[in-house]
């Protein structure tokens, strides 16, 4: 493809999402096989033709009409977050808040209250009042990501907070009702989770009110096509280029591709070509090798240190974006590096 600028103005989609996330494209199909659109015109969203995502858009349009706990599982990369912004915009709730948290980053001796909130005094340096992420929430939607990265000690107070629809903040008394509508979101298998210890059994109980398992892109591969239509489009409107339309040839390498990355990476394949002015080209990695299901070898090491090079050069030595792809939190990436002797990436990245 000969991308060469032109004169027009970027379309409202883009300017609707400075950020440059994707809302997970594709297009609902009823149950008579007619297409039609999940969401208003206007909206940069679009659902997908695979059955397993309208069952998941019935779903989420229930779990919004009642305002029950969701638990939206699936591996890195599948737009478990853009669900959730769906249920919101779904609701009774779309006009309040909807507050996203990282449970991976959360750590203990501040989480409380960052969640919950604080008294004035409460302890050194809590110089004011906070209301802490779920009475600011107060109405609307609390989407509590990585749920499985949740430190133990505070899975019973939100547990708590689950069953009694009520906070305590650091140095109260007293505790405060609260009214929002949780999802949590993880790419673990919280049922293993739980077998091994590490995440509580009826905290699990609770949050799978409704599950929804997004399944990963190589499962859907029906859909890539209309992915690739989307991105091509949003992209060539961001950066004022012509849309990119794939050959056949093309079309069938994209589809066969497994997408360890899933939607993410895809969607990062086709702006990084719109960046360079190139043509989108599938990552490094060739359709062969992973298709084949093979591992190179069964050193759990070495294994470990390929997917982590992979990931680097997937995301051309970025660092945040390598764990996503890993699913690991940016720590637990910078620990990774170290243990098999790498440079920092954004460094190494910079240094070229």
């Known amino acids: ?153 505070l899975q019973p107070k939100l547990l708590r907070v689950l069953q009694q629809r009520e906070v305590i903040p650091v140095g109260a008394t007293e505790p405060v009702p609260i009214d929002v509508q949780i999802v949590a979101a993880t790419n673990r298998d919280l049922e293993q989770e739980v077998e091994k210890g590490t995440f509580r059994e009826d905290l699990y109980y609770r949050l799978n009110m409704i599950e929804l398992r997004v399944p990963p892109l190589r499962e859907r591969k029906e859909d890539i096509p209309q992915f690739i239509e989307f991105f091509a489009q949003k992209f060539a409107d961001r950066y004022r280029l012509p849309v990119w339309e794939p050959s056949a040839d093309a079309l069938a390498e994209f589809c066969s591709f497994q997408w360890p990355g899933n939607v993410r990476q895809l969607e990062h394949a086709i702006e990084q070509a719109y960046v360079l002015q190139t043509e989108p080209k599938v990552p490094v990695r060739s359709v062969a090798q992973v298709s084949s299901g093979k591992l190179p070898c069964l050193d759990l090491a070495k294994l470990r240190e390929q997917a982590i090079k992979e990931a680097l050069e997937i995301t051309r030595g970025h660092k945040a974006r390598a764990a996503k792809l890993l699913g690991v939190h940016a720590n637990t990436m910078t620990r990774l590096l170290k243990d098999i002797g790498a440079p920092d990436a954004d460094d190494a990245a910079d240094a070229e």
């Not at 059955?51 to 478990?80: D, F, N, Y």
């Not at 050194?124 to 430190?151: H, K, N, W, Y």
């Open 1 to 153: 493809m000969a991308i060469r600028p032109l004169s027009f103005r970027a379309s409202e989609s883009a300017g609707r999402d400075p950020r440059g996330g994707s809302l997970d494209p594709a297009i609902a199909v009823d149950d008579r096989g007619v297409k039609s659109p999940a969401v208003a015109p206007t909206s940069n969203w679009v659902l997908g033709s695979n059955a397993a995502m309208r069952r998941i858009a019935k779903s989420i349009e229930r779990a919004a009409e009642v305002e029950c706990t969701v638990l939206v599982s699936g591996e890195t990369g599948t737009g478990k977050e853009l669900w959730a912004r769906l249920l919101h915009r779904s609701g009774p709730r779309r006009s309040k808040a909807f507050i996203p948290v990282n449970c991976a980053a959360l750590t203990p001796t501040l989480a409380e209250s960052q969640l919950f909130g604080h008294e004035k005094g409460a302890f050194t340096g809590a110089a004011g009042r906070s209301l802490g992420i779920f009475r600011a929430a107060q109405g609307g939607v609390v989407f509590l990501d990585e749920i499985g990265e949740m430190p133990p000690e």
